[in-house]
């Protein structure tokens, strides 16, 4: 028998609708990874036929929605001819499968859905299960499924009515004192009860502390696959879910799928995935469940909670102006230089591994693959070459300013802004005009898209 030939599902290509660019100053080029966007003179985005891949990420950053994707009368042909497959494939073409092959399909089958779990503490949610709704939200859209949450806490409804906003429609709800505090065992029991009575296809989670231990010990249970710090979710073109993340030291990116078990798991860390749009006249269904755990079988026991974190320390993920220093600083006593900028922006400093390695900066300002995934509105980078590891951390900022004595330093691929000329000179000149603009009453402030 010939073999049966694959057509890959067309994605379409970027256009420009005529008319709504406001030249924001190329995020969509900036946000390309194939880099199929040149900007005309008059700051407009042209698309290079030939190299858009129609990942949309240049649809999702751009704040008037001046992009789209059409197809090509050649992929609306082969989108035809899918459908066609799809509904009566032709007896030659129908690929042979064996009785053990139907049977697994036949059991993926029964998976639906894509899940979010909501992480909380006191109540209070992590930021990046809102993220996460939103990839959520287009992962059930290309599978014409639901987007739900599972929301597992003590008095914690109201995170229910909290993910409706941010985009599911339905909320599995396990609330009882019992899960006042996170402890893995009784949070990844009431997961797995809940998966095993409800099945759902895909599950995500937020690569936190609490996230990693509860997605880890969620897959080992129910035997399933699960990728830890994604950086790309999508569909293919079989309904699988297509998990991305950098490999070998963050110098190739990989993509793996969970093809035998049920369901696809995979973490993402804090601020990789775009927040949606609130908008709290969403409702949606709750589903409220009793697990059948009682304290007596739990080993664990909380005795007291202890707040770690300091008065006053930084945070370097959250903050919307970061100015990062690297080993271009010279010297830690450079790094007074950024603070000043910082305070004069209201941000926070950064920095690259280089300088931590070099004692200049403490481990939690570290941006990078191995430190915090940053995604400011502003983010200068300061003697800082771009290494691959860096960039994963931050590339998604929404203006890049980089200030690098060396023109061809990577850190401009992905820069909005570039200053090629020596750091120790250049940032005390930009904190002076900052002040002088301050004086005259300029807010830096601008809101992100
Ligand atoms: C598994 C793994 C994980 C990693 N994780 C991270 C991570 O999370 N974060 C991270 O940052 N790195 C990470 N790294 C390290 C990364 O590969 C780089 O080594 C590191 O980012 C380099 O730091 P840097 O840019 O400060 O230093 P360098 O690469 O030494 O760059 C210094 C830059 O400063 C410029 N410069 C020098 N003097 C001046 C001046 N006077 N004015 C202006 N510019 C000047 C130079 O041209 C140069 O471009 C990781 C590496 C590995 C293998």
Redesign the pocket.
């Known amino acids: 028998m010939e073999d049966r030939k694959k057509t890959k599902r067309p994605r379409g290509i970027a256009r420009l609708i005529p008319g709504k660019c406001i030249a924001c100053g190329a995020r969509c080029q900036s946000s390309c990874p194939k880099d199929a966007i040149e900007m005309n003179e008059q700051g407009e985005p042209t698309i290079i036929v030939a190299k858009c891949i129609g990942c949309r990420k240049c649809l999702k950053v751009c704040p008037t929605d001046a992009l789209e994707i059409y197809l090509t009368p050649e992929e609306q042909k082969i989108i035809a001819e899918l459908a066609a497959r799809k509904k009566a494939p032709a007896a030659e073409e129908a690929p042979e499968v064996t009785e053990e092959e139907a049977a697994l399909l036949a059991k993926l089958r029964e998976y639906r859905g894509v899940w979010v779990f909501v992480e909380q503490t006191a109540g209070e949610p992590a930021g990046v299960s809102w993220e996460l709704l939103g990839v959520g939200a287009d992962l059930a859209r290309e599978r014409g499924e639901e987007l739900c949450s599972v929301v597992i806490g003590d008095r914690v409804e109201h995170l229910c009515l909290e993910s409706f906003a941010y985009g599911a429609s339905k909320a599995y709800i396990i609330d009882a004192p019992l899960f006042h505090y996170y402890r893995t065992e009784p949070y990844y029991k009431a997961i797995c009860y809940l998966v095993r009575k409800y099945r759902p296809e895909i599950i995500l989670m937020g690569a936190t502390g609490l996230g990693r231990d509860l997605a880890g010990a969620v897959a080992t249970e129910i035997q399933t696959g699960l990728t830890a710090d994604c950086t790309g979710l999508s569909i293919d073109e079989r309904g699988y879910l297509l998990q991305t993340r950098p490999a070998f030291?963050?110098n190739i990116m990989a993509t793996i799928l969970t093809e035998r078990t049920r369901p696809q798991m995979a973490t993402v860390r804090p601020h990789v995935m775009p927040l949606p749009a609130k908008d709290t006249s969403r409702k949606g269904e709750i589903v409220s469940e009793i697990v059948p755990l009682e304290e007596a079988d739990i080993a664990v026991k909380v005795l007291e909670a202890i707040d770690e974190r300091k008065a006053g320390e930084v945070d370097v993920a959250s903050a919307d102006i970061i100015v990062s220093?690297?080993?271009?600083?010279?010297a830690k006593e450079n790094f007074s230089l950024l603070q000043e900028l910082a305070d004069e922006l209201d941000g926070v400093v950064g920095?690259?591994?280089?300088?931590v390695e070099a004692g200049w900066m403490p481990a939690e300002r570290?941006?990078?693959?191995?430190?915090k995934t940053v995604r400011p509105k502003l983010y200068i980078a300061?003697?800082?070459?771009?290494?691959?590891?860096?960039l994963v951390?931050m590339q998604d900022s929404d203006v890049i300013v980089a200030?690098?004595?060396?023109k061809n330093?990577p850190?401009f691929e992905v820069s909005t802004y570039g200053i090629v000329?020596?750091?120790?000179k250049?940032v005390p000149a930009l904190t002076k005009r900052v002040r002088e603009l301050r004086a005259k009453g300029v807010d830096f402030m601008v809101e992100r898209h």
Do not use: E
């Open positions: 030291g963050g220093g690297g080993r271009g600083m010279r920095s690259s591994r280089g300088a570290q941006v990078g693959q191995t430190g300061c003697g800082i070459s771009g290494a691959i590891q860096h951390g200030i690098n004595s060396d330093a850190i000329g020596d750091v120790l250049i």
